[in-house]
């Protein structure tokens, strides 16, 4: 069974600069997590998608972050535009209900000069 | 509010030394609780989870934890590491507000020398 897709692995803006993450989930996964680990931190919810729809987008930052998962499967997470602090590791995460186990992808290392 | 502590940032043990991570919770409603491990450039996999059944739980790759709810503790065993187990390891608590969510904690990076 694949596992939990990401790209880029890498990515390098400078601040104020777009940028985008995309995400893969495994197959018939009905659950999308996004998860920022910031260094020495443990992963912070952002946003969670039940199907195409947002559940929980409490602790994004709606001003620059936006996630959309268009027909169930595939999500996007944009930053626009990009700050210092926003330098992290974005993990995008999928259970087969709400209540399962989530499976991790390997993230997208975010550097912002 | 639902969290959970780690003690120590770091951990190091020597290879075929007991391994004790340590992670306190709190929760007002009796708590799932689950610990991963992330290797480097890696996502968290799941090592194991505590949901109310058995209070000693076992995990992959020999790793145990025992739910202690007068302690609020939620530790993270191994009786002989193994150089393969230097890692990250972070302990989570689950709660529900319709749907699962997780908080983690800062995690414990576990440094084994030969």
């Known amino acids: 069974e694949a596992g939990v897709a990401q790209s880029p692995r890498y990515k390098i803006i400078e601040k104020r600069q777009s940028v985008a993450f995309w995400c893969n989930p495994i197959s018939g996964h009905a659950t999308l997590y996004w998860y920022q680990q910031i260094l020495g931190q443990g992963p912070k919810l952002l946003i969670q998608f039940q199907n195409n729809g947002v559940v929980d987008d409490s602790q994004l930052p709606k001003d620059r972050f936006s996630a959309e998962r268009l027909k169930g499967v595939d999500s996007t997470l944009k930053i626009q535009p990009a700050k210092l602090e926003d330098s992290a590791v974005y993990l995008c995460?999928?259970?087969?209900?709400?209540?399962?186990?989530?499976?991790f992808g390997p993230g997208t290392r975010l550097t912002v000069l | 509010a639902q969290s959970v502590t780690q003690l120590g940032s770091h951990v190091s043990v020597s290879e075929g030394a007991l391994v004790l991570l340590r992670c306190n919770y709190s929760?007002?409603?009796?708590?799932?609780l689950f610990w991963y491990v992330q290797y480097p450039n890696q996502g968290l996999q799941l090592l194991l989870k505590?949901?109310?059944?058995?209070?000693l739980v076992k995990g992959i790759n020999g790793f145990e934890a025992e739910f202690k709810k007068s302690e609020t503790s939620f530790h993270l065993t191994k009786p002989s590491a193994h150089m393969r187990d230097a890692a990250e390891y972070f302990c989570a608590v689950s709660f529900f507000t319709g749907f699962q969510k997780l908080v983690f904690g800062t995690g414990t990076r576990l440094l084994v020398s030969p």
């Open positions: 995460a999928s259970s087969l209900e709400s209540r399962g186990e989530q499976f």
């Open positions: 929760s007002s409603v009796p708590p799932y």
């Open positions: 505590y949901t109310s059944a058995a209070t």
